[in-house]
Nanobody, 120 residues
Framework: VQLQASGGGLVQAGGSLRLSCAAS????????MGWYRQAPGKQREIVAT???????NYAGSVKGRFTISRDNAKNTVALQMNSLKPEDTAVYYC???????????????WGQGTQVTVSS
């Protein structure tokens, strides 16, 4: 299983970016998908998660500004980021908890990370 993230870049404060992540490989079912981020010198922190049934959770720092969505048929997850702030600058990682076969256990897979830089 591989996850490929895209959509990062440089944007001014107040701007928007959309991150996308596609899972490929042997996939029977994906349970939770989501995004983490890691800023320089800081620990990786959760940004948003979405379960296969649609239940969503956001970090308090992004609630109201970021929107997570997924397409179960395409095994993709997206993160629409609006009203970006310099403190949103980080490498963003997507992940998914994947079961490759019916009845098999779930494992977590990570994308390669995409840089988001917000200038003031």
């Amino acid at each position: 299983v591989q996850l490929q993230a895209s959509g990062g870049g440089l944007v001014q404060a107040g701007g928007s970016l959309r991150l996308s992540c596609a899972a490929s490989g042997i996939i029977f079912r994906i349970n939770t998908m989501g995004w983490y981020r890691q800023a320089p010198g800081k620990q990786r922190e959760i940004v948003a998660t979405i379960a296969s049934g649609g239940s969503i959770n956001y970090a308090g720092s992004v609630k109201g500004r970021f929107t997570i969505s997924r397409d179960n048929a395409k095994n993709t997850v997206a993160l629409q980021m609006n009203s970006l702030k310099p403190e949103d600058t980080a490498v963003y990682y997507c992940y998914g908890t994947v079961s490759p076969y019916s009845g098999s256990t779930y494992s977590t897979y990570w994308g390669q990370g995409t840089q988001v830089t917000v200038s003031s």
